[in-house]
C-alpha cells in the first residue's frame, strides 16, 4: 500500500514494485498495478532502476517527474475501479472506444486529473468533481 507524504519513500514503493516484477516476485495488488502502469512506460525503467532515484528532486518545469507521471496513472486506475467520482468509469470506456489505446485515452484523462489537483492545491480546498468530469466529458 501507498501512504504517508514522504515523496522517497513512496518512490521507493516504485521502485520496489518494478523490483519484484522483474524478479518475477509475488506482488502485492497494489504493487501490481504500479509494476504494469510502469511496464507500459518504458522510457521510465532504465531511471527506476537507479537507487538514487528516490531522493532526486523534480523541479524544474522543463523535467518531467515519472513518479508524478506514474502516480497519476495509478489514481485513475483507483478512480476507475471505485467509479469515483461517479461516471468516471463509463466516460473511460466511451473514451478508449473512441481513441482506440486505452493507455491513449489514460494519458489524455490524467491531464485532466492533474489540472484538477493542481486547481485544488492552488485553492487550498478539495478537488472540484463536478468540474473534472466536465473536463473529462469534453475529451
Known amino acids: ?67 508524478l507521471h506514474l502516480g497519476l496513472h495509478v489514481a485513475l486506475h483507483e478512480q476507475l475501479a471505485a467509479d469515483r467520482p461517479t461516471g468516471i468509469r463509463a466516460l473511460h470506456q466511451r473514451l478508449v472506444r473512441r481513441q482506440g489505446d486505452p493507455h491513449d485515452a489514460e494519458h489524455r484523462m490524467t491531464e485532466c486529473l492533474a489540472e484538477a489537483l493542481w486547481e485544488a492545491q492552488r485553492g487550498g480546498c478539495e478537488p472540484d468533481e463536478t468540474v473534472y468530469l466536465e473536463r473529462l466529458r469534453r475529451l
Open 1 to 67: 500500500m501507498i501512504h504517508g507524504n514522504d515523496p522517497a519513500e513512496y518512490r521507493r514503493f516504485f521502485q520496489e514494485a518494478w523490483r519484484k516484477y522483474r524478479e518475477g516476485a509475488d506482488l502485492e495488488p497494489m504493487e501490481s498495478l504500479v509494476a504494469k502502469i510502469i511496464g507500459l512506460h518504458p522510457e521510465y525503467h532504465n531511471l527506476l532502476e537507479s537507487p538514487q532515484i528516490a531522493d532526486r528532486e523534480f523541479t524544474t518545469l522543463t523535467e518531467e517527474n515519472p513518479f
